[in-house]
């Protein structure tokens, strides 16, 4: 896997979890964010959104058009999700509709106005992927075809999933870095920088000594969170 270029190390980064279609918990976070750096202000702030903007939830579309015109008030840096990577393989291959549609494609197919009736059935997916294409926006489709897979900051590793024990950070295939859980989550292993991730939902963000959870499954919950990671002690923003 080639390496991700990093940004020149910023002196705060609000790391953000998995929004799936949550537009308006989006737009709470950014005020979020803006209040922050209002009464916390730093010279270089940025934002990471952690992967699985689309599916599950009520406007994949809306958070789209958000991320691709940057709504945070500081620099910005999107990570691909799973939920990304489904679209693009449905795209190249309509038979992942049979995996997507059980895990909140139909939702998302419904927001970019594709007929989903025989999908519902397990049927016609080449048909959904050819209106699919003609649906979908090109600023959409290069949004998510420009996502990075993990982005180090510093003592921070952020990605979507997490990694797997004992390969090196830069030598991690997309496959984990999109979609691991078990090993991942159950490591007490140190993995040379601490990861900060997404993917699994939880009550409350998790922090352990090798990572940081962000996911608390906004799209059931409505509480999106972000951590922010600077000189203070770790604290979090979140929209409950």
Known sequence: MNSENAPALPDRIYAIGDIHGRSDLLDRLVQAIARDLKEHPVEKALAVTLGDYVDRGPDSRGVL???????????????????????????????????????????????????????????????AAQAFRAALPPEHAQFIASLRLFLPLGRY??????????????????????????????????????VVHGHTPA??????????????????????????????????????
């Open 65 to 127: 058009d958000r991320l691709i015109s940057n709504p945070f008030p500081c620099e910005y840096i999107p990570l691909k999700g799973n939920h990304e990577s489904l679209i693009e393989s449905f795209l190249s291959d309509p038979s992942v509709g049979e995996h997507w549609r059980r895990l909140g494609g139909l939702e998302t197919l419904v927001f970019y106005r594709v007929p989903v009736r025989a999908l519902m059935i397990g049927k016609d997916y080449e048909e």
């Open 157 to 194: 590793f952020l990605c979507h999933a997490g990694v797997r024990p004992g390969i090196p950070l830069e030598r991690q295939s997309e496959e984990d870095l999109l979609w691991i859980r078990g090993q991942f989550l159950q490591s007490t292993a140190d993995f040379g920088s601490i």
């Open 203 to 240: 009550e409350k963000p998790e922090v352990l000594p090798n990572r940081i959870n962000v996911d608390t499954g906004a799209y059931m919950t409505s509480c999106l969170t972000c951590a922010v990671l600077d000189r203070e002690p770790l604290r979090f923003l979140s929209t409950e």
